[in-house]
């Protein structure tokens, strides 16, 4: 991932007819130290978000989509991190599809790791 600070579009693409297609943004990315954070406006209906980031490295492996939870427990604050979905990298940037939608507004692209033998990787994390 690059570490440029600046912001990226959010977009998804309204096709109009096989010649036209509108890009409608719908939020912003920014880098963090796990991959992108991407605050949302509006809810993608076709489950598909593109992230126009044409300066973001990235790579050929495809990337996990969490969404943070807040919760207390036992007085202290935590967060939960559910995934729901997927991105993968494309020549402007990231093609975001979504399984499930953030009701907070907010996802998190991650950088997949690779499984280690022996040990499974859980849709939910309780630490980032």
Known sequence: MSKDNGAFGV???????????????????????????????????????????????????????????????????????TRIGTALGNKKGLTVLFNAYPTNGKAVVVIVEEEKEGEKQDDVIDVF
């Open 11 to 81: 977009f998804v693409p309204v096709e109009v007819n096989e010649e036209k297609t509108f890009w409608n943004r719908i939020g912003a990315g920014f880098v963090n130290s796990k991959g992108l954070t991407l605050l949302l406006d509006a809810i993608p209906v076709q489950g598909r978000a593109v992230v126009v980031a044409e300066g973001l490295a990235t790579e050929d492996k495809p990337f996990k989509v969490f969404t943070p939870v807040e919760y207390e427990k036992d007085g202290e604050r935590k967060t939960r991190w």
